[in-house]
C-alpha cells in the first residue's frame, strides 16, 4: 500500500475512534440532524488536525510544553466546575461510579461486605479490589474524584513519553479528552473508566521500560502492574500481548518471575476482599456482569464465547514482532470484539442503555495510541524527519 493510503487509513480509523466514544453524548441531548453534523464537523477537525502535525512535527524545533500545560489547565477548569454540578444532578440523574467506590471503601472501613452494597442507583458495584487500594487515599481526603486529577497530570505524562513528538501527545490528548464529551463527561464527574485506562497505559508502560534494566528494577513495576489489572477483570487481556512483548524482550526465567510477581500482586489484592470463600464470592461477583450479555442470543453462550474469542484475538501478539504501540493495538482489538457485542445489542434492544457506547472508550483510546505513534513512524515521514529526531520515544 502506498504511504499517501496508509495515511490516509490512519485518519480514517482516528476520525471513527473518535466518533465511537462522541456519538452517545451527541445523540443524547442534539436532535439527529444536529449530531450528525457535529460527527461530520469533529471528523473534518481531526483529518486537518493531522496534516496540521504533519507539518510540525517536520520544523526543527518542537512546539512549546507550554501547549500541554494550557490543554491540563483546560482540562482541570472543567473539572473543578463540572464536578460540583454533578454532584447535584442537576443536568441528569448523574453517574454513580464515584459512589460505587465510596460506598465499598466505607463498607470495607466498616469490616463489611463491599459488594452487598448499592450505588445511589440501586447499582450493584463493580470496580475490583485494585481500583479500590488506588482511591484510598482520596477516599481519606474526602473526594475520590480527586484521584482523576493525579491521574490526568501522569497520563499526561506518560502521553510525551510514548509519542515521539510533542504536537502529537497534545493531538491525543486534546481530541479524546478535552473534545470527546462522553470522556470529558466521565473525567468531570468523578467517574473511574477513564482513570482506569490511565493507570493501566502507565502500568503496562513502566513494565515494558523495566525490561531494559534489571531485575530488581523490574519488580516495582510488575507490582504495580498487579494492582493495577485488579481493578477491573476486562483488563486481564493485556496480560497476552504483554508476555509475548516480554518473551521477545528478555529470557524465559526472568519473563516467568515477573508474570508471577504480577499475578502475585494481583491476588494478594484482590483475594481477601472476598474472603472467605475468595474464589466463589469472586465468580459470583464477575456474574454481575453477564446481565450485560442478555440481548445477545443465548445459544451462543456469549459469556464464555466472547471471552474465548478476546484471548484468541490476543494470542495474535505471539505471530508478530512485537513493541509497545503494537501491544496498545491488540489490546485494544481484544477488547473490542469483547464489548462491542453486548454495546450494539444495548443500542438495538434498550431505550435505557442505548448510549453505552464509552464502553468501548478503552478499545478507541488504546487503538489511537498505536494509529498516531504509526503516523509518526511512516516511511514518508521519516526521510523528512531531522536526524536529531529520529531515536523513537517508544519502548
Known sequence: MSEVGR???????????????????????????KATGALILGSLSIAIGM?????LNLRPREISIAWLLLLFLALTTAFAILYPISLRHTLNIGSDREDALRIELLAIGHHQYPYDTRTFLGNPPTPLPGAMLLAAPFYALGHI??????????????????????????????????????HL????????YLTNFFYIAIAVTLFSRSLNHSLYA??????????????????????????????QRTFRLRAAVLFFLILLS???ITLPVFWPHPLSQLLLQLQQNANKLRYIPTVIHPQWTLPLLAILVASAAFWVRMDLPRLFLIFGAAIFVM?????????IHSDKLRYAFFYLSVSTLSFSLWALSRCEHSEGNTHLIPPAKRSPRTA
Open 339 to 347: 464489548l462491542a457485542p453486548f454495546v450494539i445489542t444495548f443500542a
Open 185 to 192: 463527561s466521565d473525567f468531570s464527574s468523578g467517574g473511574d
Open 7 to 33: 495515511r490516509t487509513l490512519f485518519v480514517l480509523g482516528i476520525c471513527v475512534a473518535w466518533a465511537l466514544t462522541s456519538v452517545a453524548p451527541l445523540l443524547k441531548y442534539l436532535s439527529p440532524a
Open 218 to 247: 523490574s519488580i516495582p513495576a510488575a507490582l504495580f502492574l498487579g494492582v493495577a489489572l485488579s481493578s477491573r477483570i476486562l483488563y486481564a487481556v493485556i496480560l497476552i500481548p504483554l508476555l509475548s512483548l516480554t518473551l
Open 266 to 268: 494481583t491476588c494478594a
Open 145 to 182: 474524584a480527586w484521584q482523576n486529577l493525579l491521574w490526568l497530570a501522569l497520563f499526561f505524562f506518560f502521553a510525551l513519553r510514548f509519542f515521539r513528538y510533542r504536537s502529537t501527545a497534545l493531538f491525543y490528548l486534546a481530541v479524546f479528552l478535552l473534545f470527546a464529551p462522553a
Open 51 to 55: 496534516s496540521w502535525i504533519l507539518r
